[in-house]
């Protein structure tokens, strides 16, 4: 597990500045302001502690002019396991520099998951497991989240375990389809079934990026 040092950042971007000055001091107010995510630091000054979770590490080709050239493929996932979740894959021509930049890319693509309790059996204001049910794809995977009742656990496939423990899921039935050995679809469709388990959220995301574009 990594965890970035924010020692000397120097803010780019207008979130960033809203940051550094303390306008801004959570990650809820961060994505409710309607400002694109676009640094990495920011994310760790306002989630301290996330882990991260290498999926999968692959070789892959290309042919150019040049001859034959050898990256790293990396798939990773990071979480607080307290709602907050992110992923992405990069290359790079070394291992460790394919992790370090889908480590950064999954920080800029964290999203909220909504979390509540899986059953009306749970007691009120639960979370540990989702709020509705949905389903993400990815090339030909299908993987379809769904609210469980406290004690059960997660019924999921490693990768998909994996996943729903960094964002805080502890109770989640999951079913998934298609080829899911690829590692990449499956935890993508995983990802896109969790963001669209907050959809709902859309509507108040959008009025605050349209009062954002008025001030």
Same mark, same amino acid.
């Given at each position: 597990?990594?965890?970035?040092?924010?020692?000397?950042?120097? #803010?780019?971007?207008?979130?960033?500045?809203?940051?550094?000055?303390?306008?801004?001091?959570?990650?809820?107010?961060?994505?409710?302001?309607?400002?694109?995510?676009? =640094?990495? !630091?920011?994310?760790?000054?306002?989630?301290?502690?996330?882990?991260? =979770?290498?999926?999968?590490?692959?070789?892959?080709?290309?042919?150019?002019?040049?001859?034959?050239?050898? $990256?790293?493929?990396?798939?990773?996932?990071?979480?607080?396991?307290?709602?907050?979740?992110?992923?992405?894959?990069?290359?790079?021509?070394?291992?460790?520099?394919?992790?370090?930049?889908?480590?950064?890319?999954?920080?800029?693509?964290?999203? $909220?998951?909504?979390?509540?309790?899986?059953?009306? !059996?749970?007691?009120?204001?639960?979370?540990?497991?989702?709020?509705?049910?949905?389903?993400?794809?990815?090339?030909?995977? *299908?993987?379809?989240?769904? #609210?469980? #009742?406290?004690?059960?656990?997660?019924?999921?496939?490693? *990768?998909?375990?994996?996943?729903?423990?960094?964002?805080?899921?502890?109770?989640?039935?999951?079913?998934?389809?298609?080829? *899911?050995?690829?590692?990449?679809?499956?935890? $993508?469709?995983?990802?896109?079934?969790?963001?669209?388990?907050?959809?709902?959220?859309? #509507?108040?995301?959008? &009025?605050?990026?349209? &009062?954002?574009?008025? &001030?």
């Amino acid at each position: 597990m990594s965890q970035s040092n924010n020692n000397g950042w120097e #803010p780019r971007t207008r979130l960033g500045r809203k940051v550094q000055d303390g306008d801004i001091t959570t990650m809820d107010q961060a994505m409710e302001s309607g400002l694109p995510l676009k =640094e990495p !630091e920011l994310v760790d000054q306002l989630l301290p502690g996330l882990e991260d =979770e290498v999926l999968d590490i692959n070789m892959v080709q290309r042919m150019t002019d040049s001859g034959r050239r050898v $990256k790293f493929r990396c798939v990773c996932v990071i979480g607080n396991r307290d709602g907050y979740l992110g992923y992405a894959q990069a290359r790079d021509e070394q291992v460790g520099g394919a992790i370090e930049k889908a480590i950064d890319v999954a920080k800029m693509n964290i999203i $909220k998951v909504d979390r509540g309790s899986g059953s009306w !059996e749970d007691s009120a204001g639960g979370v540990n497991s989702l709020t509705r049910k949905a389903a993400g794809k990815a090339g030909s995977v *299908t993987v379809q989240v769904k #609210p469980a #009742p406290q004690g059960l656990g997660l019924a999921a496939a490693e *990768t998909v375990r994996y996943i729903l423990e960094l964002a805080g899921v502890q109770d989640a039935w999951t079913q998934s389809h298609g080829n *899911t050995r690829t590692t990449l679809n499956l935890a $993508k469709a995983t990802y896109n079934a969790l963001e669209n388990a907050g959809e709902a959220r859309t #509507p108040q995301r959008a &009025q605050a990026v349209q &009062q954002e574009a008025n &001030q």
